[in-house]
C-alpha cells in the first residue's frame, strides 16, 4: 500500500481558487497507479471529483467541477494535484486524494481506489 499525504486546502472567497496536492511515498507504486480526488461534504456522501491514469493521459472530470477544477499529476514527484478555480460555497467538503495500483491506463467512475490519504478541508464562503 502507499502513503498518501493531502495538503494545500484551506478558506477561500467564492470565485476564488485553491490547489490541493496529494504527494505520495512509492515512486514505483505511483507511477503505476491510477489517481482520484474525491470529496465529501458534511452530512452527505463522498462524491468521485476527479481522475486520472497512470500516464496521464486518461482523465475524468465530474459534471458538478468540469470546466473548474482539472487534475494533473508529476510522476518525477510522485504527487497529483488538483486545481480548483471559480469556487462555489457547494464545493465545501473534505477532500481525498487516492491511489488504485492497476497494468490499466485508465480511469473512470467505476475504479475501485483502495489507498487513501487523511483529507484536507477545503471552505469556500460566500
Known amino acids: 500500500q502507499v502513503q498518501l499525504v493531502e495538503s494545500g486546502g484551506g478558506l477561500v472567497q467564492a470565485g476564488g481558487s485553491l490547489r490541493l496536492s496529494c504527494a505520495a511515498s512509492g515512486r514505483a507504486f505511483f507511477s503505476s497507479s491510477a489517481m482520484g480526488w474525491f470529496r465529501q461534504p458534511p452530512g452527505k456522501e463522498r462524491e468521485f471529483v476527479a481522475g486520472?491514469?497512470?500516464?496521464?493521459?486518461?482523465?475524468y472530470h465530474a459534471d458538478s467541477v468540469k470546466g473548474r477544477f482539472t487534475i494533473s499529476r508529476d510522476n518525477a514527484k510522485n504527487t497529483v494535484y488538483l486545481q480548483m478555480n471559480s469556487l462555489k460555497p457547494e464545493d465545501t467538503a473534505v477532500y481525498y486524494c487516492?491511489?488504485?495500483?492497476?497494468?490499466?491506463?485508465?480511469?473512470?467512475?467505476?475504479?475501485?481506489?483502495?489507498?487513501w490519504g487523511q483529507g484536507t478541508q477545503v471552505t469556500v464562503s460566500s
Open positions: 486520472i491514469s497512470r500516464s496521464g493521459r486518461s482523465l
Open positions: 487516492a491511489a488504485r495500483f492497476t497494468l490499466s491506463d485508465s480511469v473512470d467512475p467505476l475504479t475501485s481506489f483502495d489507498s
